[in-house]
């Protein structure tokens, strides 16, 4: 008998018996879609930084200990603030299953009877200034994203560079006109054209890897120090 009395074959598994299958299709979507949201930026800001490292003005030389620094930095980085900072404490940090700043806010009046009133001022000070901050990142990013992906097409040809200013002014007029329809449409509009970016990223990385295994030298933290 099961906790609702209904009898149960043995020879047939039963949801409640176990809860938990090896697939699910509602994660499994929900994790697609979490790419073209979440991951984009992870997935390419590392790209413009060491661009930005070895080109400009204040570039550093390529040489072998630089690569392997810069590469190393990079790595240690997106170890630290992904796999570290929000898996292991940003979200454990909710509100009834809802992250980010403003869920965070809801808590204060709640928690007027349990901390002071000095502390919830600051808190709430606080969370305002977190706000501020991740509607100017909203903002920011991804024009600095756009701008330097079609900044690329320069490299293939100069013919390209009056283009440059208007085709990404249409791209984000394009972007901020879809944010509107929220994450979950957003999602499935991306969530397949970041799966191809970081597939072809992975080909060529695997490729360049094959010819100088050596950049796994890059893993030991020294070389940041360093």
């Known amino acids: 008998y099961s906790s609702s009395g209904r009898v149960h074959d043995p020879a047939k598994p039963s949801n409640e018996t176990f809860p938990y299958r090896w697939f699910d299709k509602k994660l499994s979507l929900l994790a697609f879609g979490s790419i073209g ?11 413009y930084a060491i661009k930005e490292c070895f080109h400009g003005k204040h570039a550093i030389l390529p040489d072998p200990a630089n690569i392997l620094g810069v590469l190393s930095l990079v790595f240690w980085s997106l170890t630290v603030v992904v796999s570290i900072k929000y ?34 001022a600051t808190l709430m000070f606080a969370g305002i200034i ?21 900044e690329g097409l320069e490299v293939a040809t100069k013919a390209a560079s009056p283009f440059v200013m208007p085709l990404t002014c249409v791209i984000l007029v394009f972007l901020f006109t879809l944010q509107h ?25 695997l490729i360049h890897i094959l010819a100088e295994p050596r950049v ?10 360093d």
Do not use: C
């Open 130 to 150: 977190g706000a501020g901050l991740l509607y100017g990142d909203g903002v920011i990013t991804p024009a600095i994203s756009v701008l330097s992906a079609i």
């Open 37 to 47: 949201v979440v991951f984009g930026d992870i997935g390419t800001s590392p790209l």
């Open 181 to 205: 329809r929220g994450t979950t449409h957003i999602g499935r509009l991306f969530g397949p054209i970041m799966v191809i970016w970081f597939v072809s990223i992975a080909a060529f990385g």
């Open 216 to 225: 796994f030298l890059a893993i030991n933290p020294v070389y940041a120090i």
């Open 87 to 120: 898996v292991t404490f940003i979200l454990r940090a909710d509100n009834r299953g809802e992250g980010g700043i403003f869920a965070l806010i809801g808590l204060l009046p709640a928690s007027d009877k349990t901390i002071s009133t000095s502390l919830q």
